[in-house]
Protein backbone atom coordinates (compact mmCIF):
# COMPACT_ATOMS: atom_id res chain seq x y z
CA UNK A 1 0.00 0.00 0.00
CA UNK A 2 1.06 3.80 -0.69
CA UNK A 3 1.86 6.18 2.10
CA UNK A 4 3.36 5.85 5.70
CA UNK A 5 1.91 2.95 7.93
CA UNK A 6 -0.72 3.79 10.33
CA UNK A 7 0.91 1.09 13.08
CA UNK A 8 4.49 0.54 12.93
CA UNK A 9 5.98 -1.89 15.41
CA UNK A 10 9.56 -2.02 14.95
CA UNK A 11 11.91 -4.58 17.59
CA UNK A 12 8.93 -4.98 19.77
CA UNK A 13 9.67 -6.95 23.20
CA UNK A 14 7.97 -7.76 26.34
CA UNK A 15 9.33 -9.65 29.40
CA UNK A 16 7.32 -10.47 31.96
CA UNK A 17 9.04 -11.10 35.55
CA UNK A 18 12.35 -10.95 36.44
CA UNK A 19 15.35 -12.94 36.49
CA UNK A 20 14.76 -16.29 37.08
CA UNK A 21 11.28 -16.12 36.70
CA UNK A 22 11.25 -13.89 33.29
CA UNK A 23 9.06 -14.60 30.76
CA UNK A 24 9.37 -13.14 27.46
CA UNK A 25 6.04 -13.01 25.52
CA UNK A 26 7.27 -10.69 22.59
CA UNK A 27 11.07 -11.08 21.07
CA UNK A 28 11.52 -8.35 18.55
CA UNK A 29 8.26 -7.83 16.51
CA UNK A 30 8.40 -5.82 13.17
CA UNK A 31 4.88 -4.87 11.84
CA UNK A 32 3.65 -2.74 9.37
CA UNK A 33 -0.75 -2.14 9.37
CA UNK A 34 -2.04 0.87 6.97
CA UNK A 35 -5.09 2.35 7.02
CA UNK A 36 -8.09 -0.11 5.86
CA UNK A 37 -6.60 -3.39 5.98
CA UNK A 38 -7.80 -6.33 8.26
CA UNK A 39 -5.32 -8.89 9.84
CA UNK A 40 -6.02 -12.05 11.67
CA UNK A 41 -3.83 -12.16 13.84
CA UNK A 42 -3.29 -16.22 14.71
CA UNK A 43 -1.12 -18.33 16.53
CA UNK A 44 -1.01 -21.42 19.24
CA UNK A 45 -1.68 -20.30 22.81
CA UNK A 46 1.71 -18.48 24.37
CA UNK A 47 2.37 -17.27 20.61
CA UNK A 48 2.25 -13.59 21.53
CA UNK A 49 -0.93 -12.88 20.04
CA UNK A 50 -2.74 -11.45 22.81
CA UNK A 51 -0.01 -9.39 24.07
CA UNK A 52 1.06 -8.27 20.68
CA UNK A 53 -3.01 -7.50 20.46
CA UNK A 54 -2.35 -5.04 23.97
CA UNK A 55 0.72 -3.59 22.68
CA UNK A 56 -1.15 -2.54 19.52
CA UNK A 57 -4.05 -1.40 21.60
CA UNK A 58 -2.61 0.74 23.77
CA UNK A 59 -3.47 -1.58 26.85
CA UNK A 60 0.34 -2.20 27.90
CA UNK A 61 4.03 -0.77 26.76
CA UNK A 62 6.74 -2.69 25.36
CA UNK A 63 9.87 -3.47 27.51
CA UNK A 64 11.85 -2.29 24.29
CA UNK A 65 11.24 -1.71 20.89
CA UNK A 66 9.16 1.26 18.73
CA UNK A 67 5.28 1.81 18.50
CA UNK A 68 4.53 4.52 16.17
CA UNK A 69 1.11 5.14 15.76
CA UNK A 70 0.40 7.60 12.65
CA UNK A 71 4.06 8.95 13.24
CA UNK A 72 3.35 9.29 17.28
CA UNK A 73 5.70 7.05 19.83
CA UNK A 74 3.38 5.33 21.85
CA UNK A 75 5.44 3.67 24.26
CA UNK A 76 7.03 7.21 25.34
CA UNK A 77 3.56 8.63 26.36
CA UNK A 78 2.60 9.04 29.61
CA UNK A 79 -0.11 6.35 30.66
CA UNK A 80 -3.04 9.01 30.61
CA UNK A 81 -1.73 10.15 27.37
CA UNK A 82 -2.21 6.42 26.29
CA UNK A 83 -5.57 6.47 27.70
CA UNK A 84 -6.65 9.49 25.43
CA UNK A 85 -5.32 7.52 22.76
CA UNK A 86 -7.51 4.89 22.86
CA UNK A 87 -10.46 6.62 23.57
CA UNK A 88 -9.93 8.61 20.06
CA UNK A 89 -8.66 6.45 17.92
CA UNK A 90 -9.31 2.86 18.95
CA UNK A 91 -12.06 0.42 19.57
CA UNK A 92 -12.31 -2.86 21.56
CA UNK A 93 -14.70 -6.10 21.19
CA UNK A 94 -14.05 -9.02 23.24
CA UNK A 95 -14.90 -12.64 23.34
CA UNK A 96 -16.85 -12.15 26.35
CA UNK A 97 -19.50 -9.23 25.63
CA UNK A 98 -18.76 -7.29 28.51
CA UNK A 99 -22.40 -5.40 28.39
CA UNK A 100 -23.61 -3.98 31.72
CA UNK A 101 -26.63 -6.43 32.58
CA UNK A 102 -28.99 -4.63 33.82
CA UNK A 103 -28.44 -1.59 31.20
CA UNK A 104 -30.40 -0.65 27.86
CA UNK A 105 -28.28 -1.78 24.65
CA UNK A 106 -28.62 2.22 23.50
CA UNK A 107 -26.91 2.85 27.38
CA UNK A 108 -24.60 0.23 27.05
CA UNK A 109 -23.75 2.11 23.75
CA UNK A 110 -23.53 5.15 25.09
CA UNK A 111 -20.83 4.19 27.63
CA UNK A 112 -17.38 5.56 25.40
CA UNK A 113 -19.65 8.88 24.77
CA UNK A 114 -19.68 9.50 28.96
CA UNK A 115 -16.41 9.18 29.54
CA UNK A 116 -15.24 11.48 26.35
CA UNK A 117 -18.14 14.02 27.96
CA UNK A 118 -20.71 14.14 25.26
CA UNK A 119 -24.23 16.25 26.32
CA UNK A 120 -27.13 13.53 26.49
CA UNK A 121 -28.66 14.09 23.19
CA UNK A 122 -25.64 13.57 21.05
CA UNK A 123 -25.03 10.58 23.03
CA UNK A 124 -28.51 9.44 22.40
CA UNK A 125 -28.34 10.11 18.58
CA UNK A 126 -24.60 8.55 18.22
CA UNK A 127 -25.68 5.32 19.87
CA UNK A 128 -29.11 5.13 17.86
CA UNK A 129 -26.83 5.54 14.56
CA UNK A 130 -24.09 2.97 16.12
CA UNK A 131 -27.16 0.35 16.83
CA UNK A 132 -29.05 1.07 13.33
CA UNK A 133 -25.21 0.54 11.73
CA UNK A 134 -25.04 -3.15 13.26
CA UNK A 135 -28.30 -3.98 12.65
CA UNK A 136 -29.80 -3.63 15.91
CA UNK A 137 -32.63 -0.42 15.38
CA UNK A 138 -35.62 -1.18 17.07
CA UNK A 139 -34.04 -2.85 20.13
CA UNK A 140 -32.28 0.20 21.84
CA UNK A 141 -34.14 -0.62 25.07
CA UNK A 142 -33.62 -4.21 25.27
CA UNK A 143 -31.02 -5.26 28.09
CA UNK A 144 -28.66 -8.18 27.00
CA UNK A 145 -30.78 -10.41 29.19
CA UNK A 146 -33.28 -10.32 26.26
CA UNK A 147 -31.24 -10.41 23.34
CA UNK A 148 -29.45 -13.58 21.90
CA UNK A 149 -25.41 -14.15 22.13
CA UNK A 150 -25.18 -12.44 18.56
CA UNK A 151 -27.18 -9.63 19.23
CA UNK A 152 -25.41 -9.02 22.49
CA UNK A 153 -21.86 -8.75 20.52
CA UNK A 154 -23.21 -6.58 17.96
CA UNK A 155 -24.32 -4.38 20.43
CA UNK A 156 -20.92 -4.70 21.77
CA UNK A 157 -19.28 -4.00 18.64
CA UNK A 158 -21.51 -0.43 18.07
CA UNK A 159 -20.06 0.08 21.39
CA UNK A 160 -17.24 -0.11 20.14
CA UNK A 161 -17.34 1.79 16.98
CA UNK A 162 -20.04 4.51 18.13
CA UNK A 163 -16.69 7.30 18.72
CA UNK A 164 -15.93 6.25 15.24
CA UNK A 165 -12.70 4.74 16.29
CA UNK A 166 -10.10 4.57 13.08
CA UNK A 167 -8.95 1.20 14.18
CA UNK A 168 -11.01 -1.85 15.88
CA UNK A 169 -9.60 -3.98 17.77
CA UNK A 170 -11.42 -8.02 18.01
CA UNK A 171 -10.05 -10.59 19.90
CA UNK A 172 -11.57 -13.75 19.87
CA UNK A 173 -14.72 -11.89 18.63
CA UNK A 174 -16.61 -15.10 17.58
CA UNK A 175 -15.33 -17.39 20.36
CA UNK A 176 -18.57 -17.57 22.10
CA UNK A 177 -20.89 -18.10 19.34
CA UNK A 178 -22.47 -21.04 17.16
CA UNK A 179 -21.26 -21.24 14.02
CA UNK A 180 -24.23 -18.80 12.18
CA UNK A 181 -23.98 -16.24 14.50
CA UNK A 182 -19.99 -16.28 14.04
CA UNK A 183 -20.30 -15.82 10.27
CA UNK A 184 -23.07 -13.07 11.00
CA UNK A 185 -20.26 -11.13 13.66
CA UNK A 186 -17.89 -11.99 10.91
CA UNK A 187 -19.56 -10.46 7.90
CA UNK A 188 -20.40 -7.08 10.08
CA UNK A 189 -16.71 -6.78 10.54
CA UNK A 190 -16.09 -7.07 6.99
CA UNK A 191 -18.82 -4.76 6.15
CA UNK A 192 -17.44 -2.13 8.65
CA UNK A 193 -14.02 -2.44 6.65
CA UNK A 194 -15.34 -2.40 3.15
CA UNK A 195 -18.05 0.13 3.52
CA UNK A 196 -16.53 2.72 6.22
CA UNK A 197 -12.87 1.91 5.57
CA UNK A 198 -12.07 0.96 9.90
CA UNK A 199 -8.58 -0.97 9.79
CA UNK A 200 -10.10 -3.70 12.09
CA UNK A 201 -7.42 -6.24 13.87
CA UNK A 202 -8.80 -9.29 14.91
CA UNK A 203 -6.73 -12.33 17.15
CA UNK A 204 -8.63 -15.52 16.38
CA UNK A 205 -7.42 -19.59 16.50
CA UNK A 206 -10.09 -20.14 13.79
CA UNK A 207 -9.18 -20.44 10.48
CA UNK A 208 -12.93 -20.33 9.11
CA UNK A 209 -12.94 -16.80 10.59
CA UNK A 210 -10.20 -15.43 9.80
CA UNK A 211 -10.36 -16.42 5.72
CA UNK A 212 -12.36 -13.20 6.10
CA UNK A 213 -9.63 -10.82 6.99
CA UNK A 214 -7.51 -9.71 3.95
CA UNK A 215 -4.11 -10.60 5.68
CA UNK A 216 -2.98 -13.29 8.09
CA UNK A 217 -0.09 -12.53 10.68
CA UNK A 218 0.86 -15.68 12.37
CA UNK A 219 2.42 -15.36 15.70
CA UNK A 220 4.84 -18.56 17.16
CA UNK A 221 7.18 -18.21 19.96
CA UNK A 222 7.26 -14.39 20.28
CA UNK A 223 8.07 -13.46 16.37
CA UNK A 224 5.85 -13.00 13.26
CA UNK A 225 6.43 -16.49 11.57
CA UNK A 226 4.41 -15.66 8.39
CA UNK A 227 2.37 -12.76 7.10
CA UNK A 228 0.70 -13.35 3.96
CA UNK A 229 -2.50 -11.84 2.15
CA UNK A 230 -5.57 -13.59 1.56
CA UNK A 231 -6.54 -13.37 -2.33
CA UNK A 232 -9.81 -14.51 -1.75
CA UNK A 233 -11.42 -12.87 1.59
CA UNK A 234 -14.92 -15.35 2.45
CA UNK A 235 -17.14 -12.06 2.44
CA UNK A 236 -15.73 -11.29 -1.14
CA UNK A 237 -17.00 -14.92 -2.04
CA UNK A 238 -20.25 -14.45 -0.49
CA UNK A 239 -21.24 -11.21 -1.48
CA UNK A 240 -21.73 -10.12 2.24
CA UNK A 241 -20.94 -6.60 1.09
CA UNK A 242 -22.79 -4.92 -1.47
CA UNK A 243 -20.44 -1.88 -1.62
CA UNK A 244 -16.68 -1.36 -1.10
CA UNK A 245 -14.54 1.72 -0.60
CA UNK A 246 -12.09 1.69 -2.87
CA UNK A 247 -8.34 1.30 -2.07
CA UNK A 248 -7.37 5.01 -2.73
CA UNK A 249 -10.26 5.76 -0.03
CA UNK A 250 -8.79 3.90 3.00
CA UNK A 251 -5.06 3.30 2.34
CA UNK A 252 -1.93 5.40 3.48
CA UNK A 253 -2.51 8.15 6.57
CA UNK A 254 -0.46 11.17 4.06
CA UNK A 255 -1.29 14.43 5.00
CA UNK A 256 -3.17 13.54 8.08
CA UNK A 257 -2.34 15.24 11.62
CA UNK A 258 -0.61 13.61 14.21
CA UNK A 259 -3.19 11.92 17.01
CA UNK A 260 -4.08 14.03 19.85
CA UNK A 261 -3.18 13.40 23.17
CA UNK A 262 -2.92 16.17 25.33
Request: negative net charge; charged residues 20%; glycine residues 10%.
Amino acid sequence: MSGPPLIRLRGITKTYGEGNTAFQALKGVDLDIHQGEFVAIMGPSGSGKSTAMNTLGCLDVPTTGDYLFRGVHVEALSRDERARLRRRYFGFVFQGFHLLARTSAQENVELPLIYRGEPAASRHSLAQRALEKVGLKGWEHHTPGELSGGQQQRVAIARAIVTEPQVLLADEPTGNLDTHRSQEIMELLWRLNAEQGITVLMVTHEPDMAAYAKRMVRFVDGVVESDEPNPHPVALQTGAAHQTVSDAEVSGTAGEEAPHVA
